[in-house]
């Protein structure tokens, strides 16, 4: 008998699994699109799901599951891992459980984990860090209303956090040129958002202008990994052949900015008296090198913390008026090597 509308709508793990006589945890691996799975029973399971319209353009799984999907690129990455510290600190004590889907900075990989996520349920909620979602897949969340927390990067209609990435760099950068640096290159990384890295190079910028210092492009630096190893190789093979650069502010966070440290001091060259640096997200290890880095500190854990209040907001509100945006003020944080 042919399933109506309203009948396929209601449609659960456990009935796909009855219906195909297979585990629902091995239909959630298959959903998920988890290795290991033969491909008889694949196939089986996903016909059944094309055939009972499973789309991720409707929620046919119905909700409950009291599960908040974590999606980004790379969960490694220090900042990201500091946010999620704070969205498990606000878990604790509440119904709540988290499944983290890394996209590895495929959007193909990004657009089949919402289909799957949307359209079979396997969470209520979703916190997005640094994801580009197609204009398509933000229709089908805000049509479902799913709610949806974005860090770092605006969608409309949709939850978002952030950190005034302008006016952080803006102080940073004027506190470089007010202790007597006139020559400040930047550094910026290939997988920042455009807009964070716009906002952060539009607020060196600013502060160049309003202190009458001028604006020179070859001092932008770009490292394509935010990683140790890139800014010893950035510093090595191509900021210390310009021999008047007397700043640097590493957009690219403390990592990098401590890999550009140690290949300074490598060279014999004294931080902060010949070079300053200053990093940006205040990692815990920024506290720890010599000369201890002088940064930018992002809130993260209170991010994380906002963010899971927001989300358990709107799934008590069933999705609606739950969407607002949250901008927390960074700090400069003073230290040695600036």
């Known amino acids: 008998m042919k399933k109506t509308k309203k009948e396929s709508d209601k449609l659960s793990i456990k009935d796909i699994a009855k219906k195909t006589q297979v585990s629902t945890s091995i239909v959630s691996k298959i959903i998920r699109g988890e290795p290991g799975i033969p491909d008889d029973i694949k196939i089986k399971v996903l016909k059944f799901i094309n055939k009972a319209h ?24 220090p900042f990201v891992s500091e946010i999620v510290d704070g969205i498990e600190h606000r878990i604790v004590g509440t119904n709540y459980n988290l499944s983290q889907y890394s996209t590895k900075g495929v959007l193909e990989n990004e657009r089949m984990i919402f289909r799957r996520v949307i359209g079979t349920g396997l969470a209520d909620a979703f916190i997005l860090f640094n994801i580009p979602v197609d204009k398509d897949i933000q229709e089908s969340l805000r049509s479902s209303n799913i709610p949806v927390v974005s860090m770092e990067r605006y969608l409309p209609g949709l939850g978002y956090i952030a950190t005034d990435n302008l006016k952080a760099s803006y102080e940073a950068t004027e506190y470089l040129i007010r202790s007597g640096r006139k020559n400040i290159a930047i550094v910026i ?14 607020g060196y910028m600013l502060a160049l202008d309003a202190n009458k210092v001028e604006f020179n492009e070859d001092n932008i630096f770009v490292v394509p990994i935010h990683d140790y190893a890139s800014g010893i190789e950035i510093f090595e093979t191509t900021i210390s052949k310009r021999n008047n650069i007397d700043a640097i502010f590493c957009m690219a966070g403390d990592v990098v900015a401590t890999g550009i440290m140690y290949a300074a001091k490598k060279m014999g060259i004294n931080i902060p008296k010949d070079l300053s640096i200053i990093g940006y997200d ?12 002088t940064t930018v500190r992002q809130p993260a854990r209170k991010m994380g913390e906002a963010a899971v209040d927001m989300i358990i907001n709107g799934l008590e509100n069933k999705g609606k008026k739950y969407a607002k945006k949250i901008i927390f003020q960074s700090e400069l944080i003073k230290r040695e090597s600036a």
């Open 54 to 77: 499973y789309k991720a353009s409707t929620r046919v799984i119905s909700r409950g599951t009291y599960t908040i999907a974590l999606m980004a690129p790379f969960f490694y990455a």
């Open 189 to 202: 990384g290939k997988r920042y958002l455009p807009d964070i890295q716009n906002d952060r190079i539009k």
């Open 282 to 293: 205040d990692l815990e290890l920024a506290r720890f090198v010599t000369p201890a880095l």
